[in-house]
């Protein structure tokens, strides 16, 4: 299985660091595996023909905007993506904007925002599914991208002897990706692998000498989405990726059931809605962190909507908490 993709992306990430070592907290949507979709598998290709679609994006590190000054983007000072490209043409019935069915749509475009105590993050994307729709076997291309900043602290050698003096840094993140996919149906399982090249960038003000995670990489990335259809509204969702640059890592597992919703009106403002649970884990060659959540969704007139919330954290730092809201739109 092989897929296509192009992404641009940009990562902010908070860090707080310790006598000679640094911290930040990274979102995993670095790796941005999209929103889980409604109509994802082929059950749900079926029930596409009568109901819309769905998204779900990657969570980001702590923000302190008293410190920042601005809030930073979840990334790992190593990579965390930021989808900043348009989402496409949207499709329209009528005067109202609305997602098409996986069974006839040929592009999913996403867009979101995660924030934590000490970062804020914002991301975009597209994949354009070269078979004969969402819902069909075949190649992809994907782009996406995003960007943000960051900011943590540690203590730092100053002076002729050296004195730990406590440092503020600031950072800014940015990364681009070109990635090549296949998506396959099994059953009630969908999967989408992709591979290709990424460059990401790390700013650092000022520049960090005991963080490695400064500077340009580029880099060989990979990513895994998988989605099961369990049962009856019940689904299970997991995604992983891992970048050489700054050796960036994210994996996020969801669990969730949906609910479709009693409406009688020909285009509902919302048709189903969903709850469920996530757990990830994220970081780079110089941090990791884990993280656990809740995710709600809801299909709706304008794309399928997901929001998720929790605490994230590591060693230093372990209960921080974060939440983020995106948006899939299929045309």
């Known amino acids: 299985m092989l897929a296509a993709g192009l992404a641009v992306t940009l990562a902010l990430a908070p860090m707080d660091a310790g006598a000679g070592g640094h911290r930040h907290e990274e979102a995993p949507g670095a790796f941005g595996s999209r929103a ?7 059950a749900g290709a079926a029930a596409a023909e009568a ?10 590190p702590g923000l302190d905007p008293s410190a920042l000054g601005l809030p930073s983007l979840a990334g790992t000072a190593g990579f965390m993506p930021l989808d900043l490209l348009s989402p496409g043409a949207w499709s329209s ?12 749509a040929h592009v999913e475009a996403w867009v979101g925002t ?16 070269l078979g004969e729709s969402v819902a069909a076997d075949g190649f992809l291309l994907r782009l996406d991208g995003g960007g943000g900043r960051y900011s943590y602290s540690g203590e730092r050698p100053f002076g002729p002897r050296d004195a730990a003096v406590d440092v503020e840094f600031a950072g800014v993140p940015a990364a681009s990706s070109a990635l090549l ?51 009856p509204g019940l689904w299970v969702s997991a995604d992983a ?11 996020t597992l969801k669990a969730g059931y949906d609910i479709d919703l009693a409406v009688t009106a020909d285009d509902p403002l919302i048709d189903r809605i969903g709850i469920g649970l ?5 970081g ?48």
Do not use: C
């Not at 889980?36 to 082929?42: H, K, L, N, R, V």
């Not at 934590?116 to 354009?128: A, E, Q």
């Open 181 to 231: 996919g296949y998506q396959q149906h099994v059953g009630g399982l969908t999967a989408k692998l992709y591979l290709g090249a990424d460059y990401v960038v790390h700013t650092l003000t000022p520049s960090d000498p005991f963080n490695s995670v400064e500077g340009s990489a580029l880099g060989m990335r990979g990513v895994a989405e998988l989605w099961y259809d369990v049962g």
């Open 114 to 129: 995660e924030i934590t105590r000490s970062s804020l993050y914002g991301y975009t994307g597209t994949v354009i599914f």
């Open 278 to 282: 996530e757990a990830g884990a994220f």
């Open 51 to 60: 109901q819309p679609t769905a998204f779900s994006g990657f969570a980001l």
């Open 36 to 42: 889980t979709s409604y109509d994802a598998t082929p």
């Open 284 to 331: 780079n060659e110089t941090f990791g962190a884990g993280r656990v959540g809740l995710v709600g969704r809801a299909r709706t007139r304008f794309g399928e909507v997901t929001l998720t919330g929790g605490l994230s954290g590591d060693y230093e730092n372990p209960t921080s908490p974060y939440g983020a809201v995106s948006l899939l739109y299929r045309y």
């Open 241 to 251: 990726g891992y970048s050489t640059a700054f050796g960036t890592y994210a994996a």
């Open 93 to 104: 019935t009528g005067s109202k904007l609305r997602s098409q069915p996986a069974a006839e």
